[in-house]
């Protein structure tokens, strides 16, 4: 079985600033994929960015990036230079599966505040 | 591109009546998901269809759960017979199928049940 957990509840940061979300994930299988998506108050998910468990770099998509430390089984969101727009909910979720159905087990998340 | 479309977005009803949700995924998206997500956790697996077949149901959908994609294009997700325990925001998400296109899903904004 796969397990993702989020340690922070809540984070609150200042515009402009960077901020990291942390994710730890357990899973027995060799190849996965690991998720990040944004929830604002509308409901839907957002998908932000994607690492496969077999990329040796960290993935990048604008201000956002994965840093994916493979033997501590963490897959951490960095946001740099937060906006006010990046204040929503941040799910990270893992896939057992590389190719084939995307049946992803998320993490509770954390609701991220960026004050002006 | 149209993302996915749900509807309704929100439904309140009596426990013991039936609601049905309908899904439009992303044209040229052959795979289907459901998702639900409770209040302050993340969203969950409930089932997944590839084209008009169902492939894969969690044992979090009781018998009371249908799910249908007739001709392989919109889906909806029936619930019999409401407990309060329903209430929940039901997520649809879609994909295409082949490496080519990416691993990743892509939601809607969800439809909110309440049941009362």
């Known amino acids: 079985a796969q397990k993702i957990t989020q340690t922070q509840p809540g984070m609150f940061v200042q515009e402009k600033e960077a901020v990291t979300l942390d994710c730890t994930y357990d899973?027995?299988?060799?190849?996965?994929?690991l998720f990040w998506y944004k929830q604002p108050s509308s409901g839907e998910m957002i998908f932000l960015i994607y690492?496969?468990?077999?990329?040796?770099q960290n993935a990048t998509e604008g201000r956002y990036s994965l840093n994916f430390q493979k033997a501590r089984k963490s897959a951490n969101l960095v946001i740099s230079a937060s906006q006010l727009g990046d204040s929503a909910m941040y799910f990270c979720a893992i896939n057992p599966r590389i190719q084939g159905a995307q049946k992803l087990v998320f993490g509770q998340g954390t609701r991220l505040t960026i004050n002006p | 591109d149209t993302g996915v479309s749900q509807d309704p977005r929100h439904k309140i009803t009596k426990r013991g009546q039936n609601v049905t949700f309908r899904c439009d995924p992303i044209s040229e998206h052959n795979r289907l998901y459901w998702y639900r997500q409770t209040l302050g956790q993340g969203p969950e697996f409930l089932t997944y269809?590839?084209?008009?077949?169902?492939?894969?149901k969690s044992r979090l959908l009781s018998d009371r759960f249908s799910a249908e994609r007739p001709k392989g294009s919109f889906s909806t997700l029936e619930i019999q017979r409401t407990e309060q325990g329903d209430s929940a925001m039901y997520l649809c998400?879609?994909?295409?199928?082949?490496?080519?296109?990416?691993?990743?899903?892509?939601f809607g904004e969800g439809s909110w049940l309440t049941v009362v």
């Open positions: 899973t027995s299988d060799q190849s996965y994929g």
């Open positions: 998400a879609s994909s295409r199928q082949g490496a080519q296109f990416g691993n990743t899903i892509y």
């Open positions: 269809f590839q084209n008009e077949a169902q492939l894969e």
């Open positions: 690492q496969g468990s077999y990329d040796e």
